[in-house]
């Protein structure tokens, strides 16, 4: 090799960690660090919709000398979410990090029962004034409906005549 000429190499974008963390205000913290930033032009987090159906949540522009990043999915599921960050390369090459699962559990904001029910069901939790609960069949179809007036931290609801079926509030 003569020493006068110089070798160029690119070195490819490498994700050191990413992580996702469930908040005490019930959002999901997502965050990475990457080493080369210089060689990403994007990043994008990715959350799996259903079997093997990821979606697009937020992308982020790279910065030449920015190593960490975040980002945070202000309305999680209830339920497991999982997502994964996609790093978009200059080369126009992805790579994937490892899939990061937070919980919400449904517990965690009210309890219903009892279960199975046939002339009422109890909600106990947080309702605020104005909170709609809907008892909808498995086609979303609405049997019905309540709205709050005042803030409740249990509602009684009195049940329909219903068919013998899964209902969901």
């Given at each position: 090799v003569n020493p006068s000429t110089s070798c160029t190499i690119t070195l490819?974008?490498?994700?050191?960690?990413?992580?996702?963390?469930?908040t005490s205000a019930k959002k999901v913290k997502l965050e990475w660090d990457i080493a080369n930033p210089?060689?990403?032009v994007s990043f994008t987090i990715e959350k799996l919709a259903s079997l093997n159906n990821w979606?697009?949540?937020?992308?982020?522009?790279?910065q030449a000398n920015l190593h960490?990043?975040?980002?945070?999915?202000?309305?999680?599921?209830?339920?497991?979410?999982?997502?994964?960050l996609r790093v978009n390369g200059?080369?126009?090459?992805?790579?994937?990090s490892a899939q990061k699962r937070v919980?919400?559990?449904?517990?965690?904001?009210?309890?219903?029962?009892?279960?199975?029910?046939?002339?009422?069901?109890?909600?106990?939790?947080?309702?605020e004034p104005g909170s709609?609960?809907?008892?909808?069949?498995?086609?979303?179809?609405?049997?019905?409906?309540?709205?709050?007036?005042?803030?409740l931290s249990s509602l009684e609801i009195m049940l329909p005549s219903l068919s013998p079926g899964i209902y969901i509030v």
């Open positions: 490819p974008v490498r994700i050191i960690y990413f992580n996702a963390l469930l210089g060689e990403a979606t697009a949540l937020v992308t982020v522009d790279a960490h990043y975040e980002t945070a999915d202000l309305y999680p599921a209830a339920g497991e979410n999982i997502y994964r200059r080369d126009n090459k992805f790579i994937y919980t919400l559990k449904l517990h965690d904001r009210y309890s219903i029962y009892p279960k199975p029910a046939k002339n009422k069901i109890t909600i106990n939790g947080k309702l709609s609960v809907k008892l909808t069949d498995l086609s979303g179809r609405i049997i019905k409906e309540i709205i709050t007036n005042a803030s």
